[in-house]
């Protein structure tokens, strides 16, 4: 897997065709938006999308955690990260994503 930019990068190439792609930098990473839904965190060499009730349990049961800001300070239990093996899927990551921004409505 690439890190830093190059996987910033690699994460924008994956999610293309999504609708008004855009990163912003927040947390000490990038915040993820579709036009003006944050649906997503960039952290590190880690990808966060945001879930709901209905979402939630694939990224429990595929052994992922909720997001927890640098320092541990706060947790933001509506974003879990995305398995590294479903990042290198496009067309899978792509349905992920369109159901986190759905998620983040």
Sequence with gaps: MKTGKAFQEFVEEQLDGIAGLR???MFGGHGIYANEIFF?????ERLYFRTDEET???YVEAG???FVTP???KSVKAYYEV???L???AKDLRVWARE???AAK
């Design 23 to 25: 990163f912003r930098r």
């Design 87 to 89: 990042i290198e899927r």
């Design 100 to 102: 986190s921004i759905r």
């Design 64 to 66: 992922m955690s909720w």
């Design 56 to 58: 939630r349990t694939r």
């Design 40 to 44: 997503g965190i960039l952290h590190g």
């Design 71 to 73: 320092g541990a300070k």
């Design 83 to 85: 398995p590294t093996a």
